[in-house]
């Protein structure tokens, strides 16, 4: 037998004038099924007192219901989908059961997609889509994107059991080149030249040690790159790889750099064409998106409200935005400091020491002797202490005295030698005939070659 599919209940009007009544329109309460494809109006009441002359009106009123609910409003129900977004802390079988799902099915989907995928895996900002059957019927499909390239989708087979799908798309390593003219800021402009945002935050970093972004970048200095891109078939990318060679020229300056991993502890660094380390001892700013919001020296103090040497920099910047270690070193001190709130301060080589601030809180593990390494989140932003706003308060000292951080001149990192200096040089030569390959004439540009 059809099942029935219940449509409402509403007024009907009748445009028919009953003989002998003075009247010109009257309503009827109805509801509409509709079974096996025929229409079928269930009178409930009438307005008023004309039940002798409804049998006269029912062929009326049953045209005006065909009229308002046509076939075009009886779709079939399609499946509930739902897609959720990951939040701190969720797990995949409590996402499931927060959906209606019973424990015991979202465990043993779980199970199935623990074959492929470790479930722990999933993080904040993630989204997991759910499909279940028209009209509450069983969960059908679970599916998530753990990355770009990676699609899993958990489904329901004839039997009840659950399956997993593992589709991984096949991506081919590209070099690409891309050239442009700064205009507003290094960020906008690489990613107009069609430089994807990873790398350009990549491209970022890696200059952040020596390159005050704020003061020294201006309109009309130029970037150089050749990256590692990962294309689908279809050409498209996917993803973002390593930088290989970057150049800003600055004003008439140009600050080329190239990846190499050093053979000894197979750490990857950029490096002058000579062989030096493009990393200062120091960064210049230990807080990414950092505006610089009061120098080092005198300045009238803003809690205190009279003149008073600043011994530090100030960088403006949301509470809990993350404040990184500026350089290798050890960890003196982590703890509340009297106006500077929660402050830690980092000793580093060659006499120099560093220290942060104002912090909302300091880093799991951040206490006195803990060896730190350069660009290590320690601590978060905040507006502890004498202070008036979330921001970070950073002093540079040398032999226990401050000195401004901006204007130091700070030692650079490593100096390659022997064999690593002959394999880095022949890195060179290999990044420089892929940059004649493809030469990426024009302002901006992004040319290609696939990687043998």
């Given at each position: 037998m059809?099942?029935?599919?219940?449509?409402?209940?509403g007024?009907v009007?009748?445009?028919?004038?009953?003989?002998?009544l003075?009247?010109?329109?009257?309503r009827?309460?109805?509801?509409?099924?509709?079974v096996?494809?025929?229409?079928?109006?269930?009178?409930?009441?009438?307005?008023?007192?004309v039940?002798?002359r409804?049998?006269?009106?029912?062929?009326?009123a049953?045209?005006?219901?065909?009229?308002?609910?046509?076939?075009?409003?009886?779709?079939?129900?399609?499946?509930?989908v739902?897609?959720?977004?990951?939040?701190?802390?969720?797990?995949?079988t409590?996402?499931?059961?927060?959906?209606?799902?019973?424990?015991?099915?979202?465990?043993?989907a779980v199970?199935?997609?623990?074959?492929?995928?470790?479930?722990?895996s999933?993080?904040?900002?993630?989204?997991?889509t759910?499909t279940f059957?028209?009209?509450?019927?069983?969960l059908v499909?679970?599916?998530?994107?753990?990355?770009?390239?990676?699609?899993?989708?958990?489904?329901?087979?004839?039997?009840?059991?659950?399956?997993v799908?593992?589709?991984?798309?096949?991506?081919?390593a590209v070099?690409?080149?891309?050239?442009?003219?700064?205009?507003?800021?290094?960020?906008?402009?690489a990613v107009?030249?069609g430089?994807?945002?990873?790398?350009?935050?990549?491209?970022?970093?890696?200059?952040s040690?020596?390159v005050?972004?704020?003061?020294?970048?201006?309109?009309?200095?130029?970037f150089?790159?050749?990256y590692?891109?990962?294309?689908?078939?279809?050409?498209?990318?996917?993803?973002?790889?390593?930088?290989?060679?970057a150049?800003?020229?600055?004003?008439?300056?140009?600050k080329?750099?190239?990846?190499?991993?050093?053979?000894d502890?197979?750490?990857?660094?950029?490096?002058t064409?000579?062989?030096?380390?493009?990393?200062?001892?120091?960064m210049?700013?230990?807080?990414?998106g950092?505006?610089?919001?009061?120098?080092?020296?005198?300045?009238?103090h803003?809690v205190?409200?009279?003149?008073?040497?600043?011994?530090g920099?100030d960088?403006?910047a949301?509470?809990?935005?993350?404040?990184?270690?500026?350089?290798?070193?050890v960890?003196?001190?982590a703890?509340?400091?009297?106006g500077?709130?929660?402050?830690?301060?980092?000793?580093?080589?060659?006499?120099?020491?560093?220290?942060?601030?104002?912090?909302?809180?300091?880093a799991?593990?951040?206490?006195?002797?803990v060896?730190?390494?350069?660009?290590q989140?320690?601590?978060?932003?905040?507006?502890t202490?004498?202070?008036?706003?979330p921001?970070?308060?950073?002093?540079v000292?040398?032999?226990?005295k401050?000195i401004?951080?901006m204007?130091?001149?700070?030692?650079?990192g490593?100096?390659l030698?022997?064999?690593?200096?002959l394999?880095?040089?022949?890195?060179?030569?290999r990044?420089?005939?892929?940059?004649?390959a493809?030469?990426g004439?024009?302002?901006?540009?992004?040319?290609?070659r696939?990687?043998?």
């Amino acid at each position: 037998m059809a099942r029935p599919v219940w449509l409402g209940v509403g007024w009907v009007s009748s445009g028919t004038r009953p003989q002998g009544l003075a009247f010109e329109r009257r309503r009827f309460a109805a509801a509409a099924l509709f079974v096996g494809g025929t229409l079928t109006l269930l009178y409930l009441g009438i307005s008023s007192a004309v039940a002798a002359r409804r049998a006269a009106l029912d062929a009326d009123a049953l045209e005006k219901a065909r009229i308002v609910l046509t076939l075009q409003e009886l779709r079939p129900l399609g499946p509930d989908v739902r897609t959720i977004e990951v939040e701190r802390g969720d797990t995949l079988t409590g996402i499931l059961v927060d959906q209606g799902i019973a424990d015991f099915e979202a465990r043993a989907a779980v199970s199935a997609l623990s074959a492929v995928y470790d479930p722990t895996s999933i993080r904040a900002r993630q989204t997991v889509t759910v499909t279940f059957a028209p009209e509450g019927s069983p969960l059908v499909s679970i599916a998530l994107k753990p990355s770009v390239e990676r699609d899993l989708l958990i489904k329901r087979g004839e039997d009840g059991a659950f399956a997993v799908e593992d589709n991984v798309k096949q991506l081919a390593a590209v070099e690409r080149r891309a050239k442009g003219v700064i205009d507003g800021s290094l960020y906008a402009s690489a990613v107009a030249a069609g430089v994807p945002d990873a790398v350009v935050v990549d491209l970022i970093h890696i200059y952040s040690y020596d390159v005050d972004f704020q003061r020294e970048v201006k309109a009309g200095d130029k970037f150089d790159l050749l990256y590692t891109t990962y294309v689908d078939e279809t050409g498209a990318a996917i993803k973002g790889g390593d930088i290989q060679y970057a150049e800003l020229t600055l004003g008439r300056e140009k600050k080329p750099l190239y990846r190499f991993t050093t053979a000894d502890d197979n750490v990857t660094d950029y490096y002058t064409p000579k062989g030096w380390s493009g990393k200062r001892q120091l960064m210049r700013t230990p807080v990414d998106g950092a505006r610089l919001s009061s120098k080092f020296g005198l300045r009238r103090h803003p809690v205190l409200g009279y003149t008073k040497m600043h011994k530090g920099v100030d960088f403006a910047a949301p509470k809990g935005t993350p404040v990184m270690a500026s350089g290798n070193g050890v960890v003196r001190q982590a703890r509340w400091h009297g106006g500077y709130g929660n402050f830690i301060e980092l000793t580093h080589s060659n006499s120099y020491s560093t220290g942060y601030g104002h912090l909302s809180r300091i880093a799991r593990g951040i206490k006195p002797g803990v060896r730190v390494r350069q660009g290590q989140v320690i601590a978060y932003v905040g507006s502890t202490g004498r202070s008036t706003g979330p921001h970070l308060h950073y002093e540079v000292m040398l032999k226990s005295k401050q000195i401004n951080p901006m204007g130091v001149k700070l030692p650079t990192g490593r100096e390659l030698t022997g064999k690593d200096l002959l394999a880095f040089q022949a890195n060179v030569g290999r990044v420089q005939t892929a940059l004649n390959a493809v030469p990426g004439e024009g302002a901006k540009v992004a040319q290609a070659r696939t990687l043998p």
